[in-house]
């Protein structure tokens, strides 16, 4: 049913005879309702606005196995509605069919809609429908404020998956290991970062995912720097990887400030214990 391609390079646009057109930030339940409808000659064309940080461009092809092709929403905005119709035409010479969501609109102060898009595109053009999960509609803005507010299990039913960040690793204050416990330092580009706060999480390393427990957020009790910190449980780690992936499960806590190290480590303790209980009551 489902062809296997990891790379729009791979793929001649000649080829494709489907299209589900949009930004595409998060590649989410809703999206991925979107890509059903693609025949086995389908692609994803995403428009990009330059505001994605949920997955960033070079990371949304692992979310979908038809090949995304990238168009700077900058260079196609001023597009009457027959200009972008001919240049989807242009570009997908076999275009038979084009999935949009119930909201899409296109071209010149966003001036085009659906029924415009079934006027203008001589194909078969298949709407659908507002997604929505308990109620609550399926978009990226939505799911963005949730992550903001530490809501990851929202987040992440919306999602149709883990709310994933990819950093690479930085060195630390150095405190981690002789004061509280060993912790991969990360920097994180691109990713909108939930609340700040201690989450369950996993972690992988060299395509290894690890149960672990992630601080993020101003290290209020000692140097007041911002730090993305995750603690693997039960395994000591010598990390030699550069790109590290962060997968939120659920808040524990948030962010706070205590009056001395041995209380922050205190409570250190206790959320690898919430964190560990977690995983054996879950998994
Ligand atoms: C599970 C966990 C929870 C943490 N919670 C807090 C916190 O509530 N407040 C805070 O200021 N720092 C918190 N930290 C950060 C510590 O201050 C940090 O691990 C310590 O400064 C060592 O940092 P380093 O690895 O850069 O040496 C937490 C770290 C971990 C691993
Ligand atoms: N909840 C939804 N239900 C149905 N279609 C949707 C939904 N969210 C987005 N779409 C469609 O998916 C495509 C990508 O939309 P986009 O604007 O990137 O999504 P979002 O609303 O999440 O930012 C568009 O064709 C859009 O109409």
């Not at 960033?56 to 027959?82: A, C, M, W």
């Not at 799911?143 to 990819?166: H, V």
């Not at 690479?168 to 002789?178: E, N, V």
């Not at 922050?264 to 009551?281: A, G, H």
């Amino acid at each position: 049913m489902e062809m296997k391609k990891n790379s729009s390079t791979l793929v001649n646009k000649n080829t494709i005879t489907s299209i589900a057109i949009g930004g595409f930030d998060g590649m989410h339940v809703a999206h991925q309702e979107l890509f059903k409808n693609l025949d086995e000659n389908g692609a994803i064309v995403s428009i990009e606005s330059g505001f994605a940080n949920l997955t960033p461009k070079v990371y949304r092809q692992e979310y979908s196995s038809y090949p995304i092709y990238y168009y700077v929403l900058d260079n196609i905005k001023h597009l009457e509605g027959d200009q972008f119709i001919k240049l989807l035409n242009e570009e997908f010479p076999n275009l038979k069919k084009i999935v949009v969501g119930y909201d899409f609109c296109f071209g010149k102060n966003r001036r085009y809609c659906i029924e415009k898009l079934k006027e203008l595109f001589h194909g078969n053009v298949k709407i659908i429908d507002e997604i929505k999960i308990d109620d609550i509609a399926v978009h990226s803005r939505v799911i963005r404020e949730y992550l903001k507010d530490g809501e990851i299990e929202i987040a992440n039913k919306l999602l149709g998956k883990e709310y994933k960040i990819y950093g690479h690793q930085i060195k630390g204050q150095g405190l981690g290991t002789k004061s509280f416990v060993p912790t991969i330092n990360l920097k994180v580009e691109q990713f909108l970062l939930p609340k700040e706060g201690v989450y369950i999480t996993k972690t992988i390393l060299n395509e290894i995912e690890y149960n672990s427990v992630t601080f993020l957020g101003h290290r209020v009790t000692t140097d007041g720097s911002y730090a993305v910190e995750t603690h693997i449980l039960d395994e000591n780690i010598i990390n030699d990887t550069y790109t590290i992936q962060i997968k939120f499960i659920k808040k524990i806590r948030d962010n706070l400030k205590f009056d001395s190290f041995d209380e922050l480590k205190n409570q250190i303790d206790k959320d690898i214990e919430t964190t560990k209980n977690y995983f054996i009551n879950v998994y």
